[in-house]
């Protein structure tokens, strides 16, 4: 029987299989941040022990530090401690840090990527359950504890069980103004926010092959949202010329003879995947979430289902049955791992440009990374943004989760292109509605919920 | 290097809500601290302080009646989202031993297994049972055999028996460390990746 390319990258890297079945799982790249490492580090020196595997390390500060003055130190105590700590523990065991304000800095599953760090047929965590988005590239990677972060500083390895495989295919083209956010929403409306759990994902399909890669780094970035451990997409073509001369990509014969090797990461064509769903995508609209997590979403000019959870409903101050169209917002936040690189920027920019943001909505635009913000610079796109009376901010996690200053107030609504619209999420009491790019440019020009296909003046 | 796993008998904490997600269980403008303690006077902040740090009189943590009970007895999905650990340090710092639901998000599982906090999966009957009895009597008991890989509602002997690998059963019981563990494997570990490289090239 064939073998899912899952399983083809689980097994290279079983150092060795436990009682019970657990993998001892060897992980070719650890990214660490500043808010679940501390403790890991701590652990290593209670120990008495090193980083085992210090080049194989990367470390950023992306959670907890503001968007606005980088250059001077943060204000916020706590939150500096954690990123000094970091400096410190990094210093210290030899991880290379691209800290606040370093050309390299940014939310780390931005930088994974763009930096060239993640690569095909890898293994891959980090202490953030985002981590995800790096399954794009075809590499195995998840989101760990604590525990696991100390685990792999120890050793290079974690003990997990093998995931069941799930293959989600997207056949049919999506329809022009459908974004790769659209298809994810609409993926984990249809199969709930636990439909995933258990299992590691392949997208596959010729809706996800047409993505580009940051499109398909949205889609990963989400499959935990669905409740797997990890989404992933078969490299090919769109992945190498996506990878090809970033810094820490293979270069001259190097580079050839991975790409060969990657050609070949792919699921056998008589592999059998524990579960698979296959759906349409050409069907697909522009989606929007009404809830208090990421499974209650809706088209955009759908209604909220008369079956929705009365709590949910409670929270976000919507009753069932109505429609989202029309109805006036405050915030609008464009960033975060799963929309804050360069692609979803230009799009943001060319819905906006020669248009006004409306009155009363305070409008956030945070790149994902130091390279993100360099390009939007020198592409023009932070022009536009000023002419329609909107900042371009510095990289970071920002009001995605909401760990520094920027903060939705309570019961204010927030079209958000993040990940979660968790009760008080973006600061306690915020109401989050989770929407690809385009959604959240014609909110931020209408200030209201509006269908980014038909919000012309 | 984890608290051992004792068998446990107790009271048990309600909180029959689906898909409780670890930013209630701990909200992130709490993860600031570098070190692993105090987490368990966060937990829940959002639903069991209201905006004045008044504790909210009919959230389940509030209640006299359920204080010292190390079980929590929560509804389907719980731990979803956040991979953040300091969910499992929160509810062990709270003093659960136990949270028991019919359905655990993944990573949040892994967190408690490595913290001495035992996420028991049991039928949604069972849950229903658990949740009926603690309704009809404050001061029910139940008691949790990891051994036997059991639970028992002790007022009416219903018992279930609950799933949990070899590996992390031998570790809780024995108050065991993968860290520990996996330091030992390092010559081992050595060997793979010599092997790996020769693939590669």
């Known amino acids: ?457 | 290097m984890i608290p051992k796993f004792e068998k446990l008998t107790s009271r048990a904490v309600p909180l029959p809500i689906e898909n409780i997600d670890t930013d209630q269980i701990i909200p992130a403008r709490f993860l600031k601290a570098t070190e692993r303690k105090g987490f368990g006077d966060n937990l829940f902040r959002d639903w069991r302080y209201d905006e004045e740090g008044r504790p909210v009189a009919d959230f389940p943590l509030n209640n006299n009646c359920r204080f010292g009970g190390e079980i929590l007895v929560a509804g389907r999905n719980f731990g979803c989202g956040s991979s953040r650990e300091h969910a499992a340090w929160a509810l062990f710092d709270y003093g659960f031993r136990v949270v028991v639901s019919s359905f655990f998000a993944d990573i949040f599982r892994g967190n408690a297994l490595n913290n001495g906090l035992l996420p028991l999966t049991v039928s949604d009957g069972f849950l229903a049972a658990m949740l009926t009895e603690i309704a009809a009597n404050n001061n029910a008991k139940f008691e949790v055999d990891l051994e036997a890989q059991t639970i028992t509602i002790l007022s009416t002997r219903q018992s279930e028996s609950f799933e949990i690998d070899a590996y992390k059963k031998k570790c809780l019981l024995g108050g065991l460390d993968d860290v520990d563990y996996l330091v030992t494997l390092a010559p081992e570990i050595k060997d793979f990746e010599n092997g790996k490289l020769k693939l590669e090239n």
């Open chain 1, 1 to 457: 029987m064939g073998k899912t390319i899952i399983d083809k990258i689980w097994d290279a890297h079983t150092v060795r299989t436990e009682d019970g079945g657990r993998s001892v799982l060897y992980i070719d790249r650890q990214y660490i941040h500043e808010v679940t490492s501390p403790v890991a580090f701590a652990g290593l020196e209670r120990r008495g022990i090193v980083v085992a595997r210090p080049a194989q390390t990367t470390a950023t500060a992306d959670h907890n530090i503001p968007t606005v003055n980088q250059h001077l130190p943060i204000e916020e105590e706590q939150g500096r401690r954690q990123v000094e700590a970091l400096t410190e523990n990094c210093a210290r065991y030899g991880v290379e840090l691209f800290g606040v304000g370093h050309p390299r800095q940014g939310i780390v599953h931005i930088i994974g990527p763009e930096q060239g760090f993640t690569q095909p047929g890898m293994t891959i965590i980090c202490g953030d359950s985002h981590t995800s988005t790096h399954g794009a590239m075809g590499a195995v990677a998840f989101g760990v504890g604590t525990s696991e972060v100390e685990m792999a500083l120890a050793s290079q390895c974690i003990i997990q069980s093998k995931p069941r495989t799930m293959r989600i295919t997207m056949n049919g083209r999506p329809a022009e103004g459908v974004e790769a956010k659209d298809l994810i929403l609409y993926l984990i409306s249809r199969i709930s926010t636990s439909g995933g759990t258990g299992y590691f994902i392949e997208f596959a399909g010729e809706a996800i092959r047409g993505l580009s890669m940051e499109g398909r780094m949205t889609v990963c970035n989400m499959a935990i949202e669905c409740g797997a451990r990890g989404g992933i997409v078969a490299p090919d073509d769109v992945t190498f010329e996506y990878l090809k001369g970033r810094p820490e990509a293979p270069k001259g014969a190097e580079w050839n003879a991975a790409v060969e090797r990657w050609r070949r990461l792919a699921s056998d064509p008589d592999a059998v995947f524990d579960r698979e769903y296959t759906f349409d995508a050409s069907r697909i609209q522009p989606m929007i979430t009404w809830g208090t997590n990421p499974g209650e979403g809706i088209a955009i000019n759908g209604r909220i289902p008369a079956s929705a959870d009365r709590k949910a409903l409670a929270y976000m101050g919507f009753r069932s049955g109505e429609k989202l169209l029309g109805k006036p917002i405050d915030y609008v936040f464009v960033g975060s791992c799963t929309n804050g690189r360069i692609e979803d920027l230009r799009l943001f920019a060319r819905l906006v440009e020669g248009r006004r943001k409306a009155d009363g909505v305070t409008v956030w635009i945070v790149p994902g990374s130091k390279e993100v913000e360099r390009m939007a610079r020198e592409e023009g796109l932070e022009r536009i943004f000023n002419a329609a009376g909107m900042e371009l901010r510095q990289p970071g996690c920002s009001a995605c989760l909401a760990m520094n200053a920027d903060k939705v107030p309570a019961g204010k609504y927030c079209v958000s292109t993040s990940n979660r619209n968790f009760e008080g999420r973006q600061g306690p009491g915020s109401r989050t509605l989770l929407s690809g790019v385009a959604v959240a440019a014609a909110a931020a020009v209408t200030g209201r919920i509006a269908d980014p296909r038909h919000c012309e003046e």
